[in-house]
């Protein structure tokens, strides 16, 4: 085994040289935090003696890959080296859509960075965790400009070296989700979406060990990958969440165990900032949809903020033009709400109706039936390239856009949440910090003032 250090994306990091072992990768796991790198074909650590000194405790035939490098290379740190990292801030943006800053302490930065949408600071790691949009990047890169600070923009979401999930043909007799896991799912009245995310987590659990019976599956195996999922897989906090309860409600709910935690580290949820299309850009996304029944199903989903799944779940009879709104049926949480029905869409669906004449559902396939999530999914996409939109956005972020304008618009924050159907105001709250208008609206109360 062999040691170099050198600057990684902005950072200087130890590299540790091997020929391909599985079993010396996962110590080197236990002991830190530690990153592939397909450049270099090297796994490569934090570059401090504390993490070095971890690593030679447990490898001591560790040898520096130049013969007269030192032994400990951190102990003669360059005084001008450590001079530019204190003036670099690195801006680590992750595919979960969250941004880590690391830097060096400077009050200024701080104070801009805790008025970031949902800042945290990770006392142990050293960084911020914030949510960051245009607004944000701008402030960002004007105050290191004037401090004398280079900015370091790093985009980890496609990143290389992660394994990709393994495909059904690719593993040699798979196993299927126990068929009496899905009849608990379905008599504890999980929602058709939640039993197929707990089937393909599961299904990935058990064939991670296609070798062993389920229930012979040990705590530890069930942490080790977990571990798997996190650095080898590179799976969302939402993702790793949702692992560890499909895997939870089999060995505790199906199994009839006692309710354990199995030691596994939940990561906290990180919260981003929604994509929002400006009023201007849902009327080109509209007018370039010719299709009557697309673009019905378009401005529907906009002008009601509904989910996919509500607009897919909808009948004849819960439009009802004489209220002007719509019944939404059993929606997430298995609840039922009402929400706009707008005038000027009324005539459309009207025509959308004679002409289409659908039997069980609003919307329905070709061949009858629900209207498929990915055809929906699909014309949105296309009609995003129709009318030249940029944005990375998708049937929800007509939801978002929904709500933004309507708050934009000077519509009372506890509306909202009840058409969107939230049960938290908190989750409504997250719409406050991309609209663009939340501030112009306010006037300070000195203009009341006769001075």
């Known amino acids: 085994m062999h040691y170099y250090d050198k600057i990684h994306r902005g950072e200087k990091r130890l590299f540790i040289k091997f020929p391909y072992d599985r079993s ?19 796994w490569h ?6 993490v070095f000194i971890k690593i030679k405790e447990v490898f001591p035939e560790l040898q520096p890959l130049q013969p007269s490098a030192d032994a400990n290379p951190f102990e003669k740190a360059s005084a001008l080296a450590e001079k530019i990292q204190r003036r670099i801030v690195r801006v680590v943006h992750y595919k979960t859509g969250r941004y880590r800053v690391i830097a060096h302490y400077h009050a200024g930065l701080v104070s801009i960075l805790k008025d970031f949408p949902f800042a945290k600071y990770d006392k142990g790691e050293k960084w911020w965790s914030v949510a960051i949009e245009e607004k944000q990047k701008k402030v960002l890169d004007t105050f290191c ?28 007799n798979y196993r299927k989700c126990p068929e009496v896991m899905l009849e608990k799912l379905q008599m504890m009245r999980y929602s058709a979406n ?5 089937k393909q987590s599961f299904e990935e659990f058990i064939n991670y060990y296609n070798t062993k019976r389920i229930d012979d599956i040990t705590e530890p195996e069930i942490i080790a990958y977990m571990r798997y999922l996190v650095q080898e897989r590179g799976v969302s906090a939402s993702s790793q969440n949702q692992s560890v309860n499909a895997i939870k409600f089999y060995y505790e709910k199906v199994k009839g165990g006692a309710r354990k935690f199995y030691q596994l580290e939940r990561p906290l949820k990180e919260t981003k900032l929604p994509t929002v299309l400006s ?18 199903m378009i401005m529907l989903c906009y002008s009601a903020g509904l989910r996919l799944s509500e607009l897919l779940n909808l009948k004849s009879g819960d439009i009802d033009s004489d209220r002007m709104q719509i019944k939404i049926k059993g929606a997430k949480g298995k609840k039922d ?44 996409q296309d009609a995003l390239k129709r009318a030249k939109i940029a944005k990375h956005a998708t049937v929800h972020t007509l939801r978002h856009s929904f709500a ?7 519509t009372d924050l506890r509306y909202i949440q009840n ?24 006037k300070s109360p000195l203009d009341s003032l006769d001075v």
């Not at 850009?281 to 673009?295: C, D, G, Y």
């Open 279 to 296: 009023v201007e850009e849902v009327q080109a996304l509209i007018s370039s949809t010719q299709n009557l029944k697309h673009r019905v």
């Open 45 to 50: 650590v934090e570059a401090s003696h504390a």
């Open 194 to 198: 939640t039993i197929e995310v707990y």
């Open 337 to 380: 709400r009402y929400t706009l029905l707008s005038a000027k869409l009324l005539p459309l669906l009207r025509d959308y109706y004679q002409q289409y004449h659908p039997k069980a559902y609003l919307f329905e396939g070709e061949k009858g039936g629900m209207y498929s999530e990915r055809s929906m999914q699909t014309l949105v």
């Open 145 to 172: 400009q004037a401090e004398g600070l280079e900015i370091v923009w790093v985009d980890e979401r496609t990143k290389t070296g992660l394994k990709p999930k393994p495909r059904a043909y690719e593993i040699p």
């Open 419 to 442: 058409l969107l159907g939230h049960s938290s105001s908190k989750t409504t709250e997250v719409y406050t910090h991309v609209t663009s208008k939340a501030l112009s609206g306010i």
């Open 404 to 410: 933004t304008h309507l708050l934009e618009n000077g």
């Open 24 to 42: 010396i990768a996962d110590k080197l796991k236990e002991i830190t935090s530690c990153q592939w790198s397909q450049t270099e074909k090297a």
